[in-house]
């Protein structure tokens, strides 16, 4: 299902994709080295912190800037622990109402000393889109962020399908994906995306399946994100809850290519096993994902728990990536 941005995502682009500054003099060298004659490994974490609010929803009249910054800074020290060379986020707060008008990826960006992109997928600044809205949701920009040890080669947003009836919130709303380029020595580089998938309905997220899959380079990329289906399957597990089983459209027929054979078409070869990472309070199912494909392969994948700081745990992965003389058999293979 195709459809052209709003104006507003085009100056959500312009205005809201951006590297926040913080350098070091140690990040000016490439992430990894070149010369190293085994291959190269980043550890990478995907992370949906629920705007810094913790395990409930955000109350009507929002949080108190107190409470954010508290938040964010034990979510730095989580993340900090983890030793990650990319963390991507979603569900991350610019500058809204309801969480004290902080900017949450700038915010942990400077406490870890990395470089922040950011990408609006929701703005209720304008009084046509915030009026629409609960009080809570007015007066913000929400989206993707990431954060790196080195500087990105290069940055795109993807505006993904995203039907009215798919929208939690409003017509503003959009689903995105978030690419960068990091590099990985003098001459090589990976493409690195960050995703956030429609929750409500099964066709939708295939159809933004789709449109990942052809901009993702087919040598080999890392995307991570929050896909809203369970792992690998086309049924929940019986275990799972009516609630969320109604909540995400998983009572869906055995029907049609599962998520990630659209993806790639061998991914599954090349993928380890994931934890469960939602709900919080008790992991029924793994929505939350770190994935690899082609010259790129899983080797390692736990669960961080969330501590208290987000209605979903979070995800670390290493990623081992070939050396680029096998990009060409990648892409034929897959």
Not at 46 to 64: R, T
Not at 187 to 212: F, K
């Amino acid at each position: 299902m195709a459809g052209g941005p709003m104006p507003w995502r085009m100056l959500a682009v312009l205005g809201f994709l951006m590297a926040s500054g913080v350098v070091r003099a140690s990040d000016e060298a490439p992430l990894l080295s070149s010369s190293e004659p085994a291959p190269m490994r980043l550890t990478v974490i995907s992370a949906n912190v629920h705007v810094a609010a913790g395990v409930e929803p955000v109350p009507d009249q929002g949080l108190p800037a107190a409470v954010v910054r508290e938040n964010l800074g034990k979510l730095a020290e989580l993340f900090a622990s983890a030793q990650a060379d990319v963390i991507l986020l979603q569900e991350v707060d610019f500058g809204c109402r309801r969480t004290g008008r902080i900017d949450e990826g700038e915010f942990l960006a400077k406490r870890l000393a990395m470089h922040h992109y950011f990408a609006v997928t929701l703005d209720t600044t304008t009084d046509a889109a915030g009026n629409a809205l609960p009080a809570v949701l007015r007066e913000c920009r929400y989206g993707l962020a990431a954060l790196t040890r080195a500087p990105a080669l290069s940055t795109s947003i993807t505006w993904l399908p995203n039907p009215p009836e798919s929208n939690a919130w409003s017509a503003t709303e959009g689903r995105a994906l978030l690419t960068l380029t990091l590099p990985l020595g003098e001459n090589d580089r990976i493409a690195i995306g960050n995703t956030h998938l429609d929750y409500r309905r099964r066709d939708t997220r295939r159809e933004q399946a789709a449109v990942i899959a052809r901009v993702l380079p087919p040598m080999g990329w890392i995307l991570a994100g929050d896909f809203n289906e369970p792992f690998f399957s086309l049924r929940p597990a019986p275990d799972v809850s009516e609630t969320l089983v109604r909540l995400h459209g998983w009572d869906y027929p055995d029907t049609g290519l599962p998520l990630w054979e659209i993806l790639s078409p061998r991914l599954a070869e090349r993928t380890v096993a994931a934890p469960a990472t939602y709900p919080v309070s008790l992991p029924e199912v793994t929505i939350d994902l770190v994935l690899a494909a082609g010259r790129a392969r899983l080797v390692r994948v736990d669960r961080l728990d969330s501590a208290g700081l987000s209605d979903h745990h979070f995800v670390r992965a290493v990623v081992e990536i070939g050396p680029a003389a096998e990009e060409k058999r990648f892409s034929e293979n897959d």
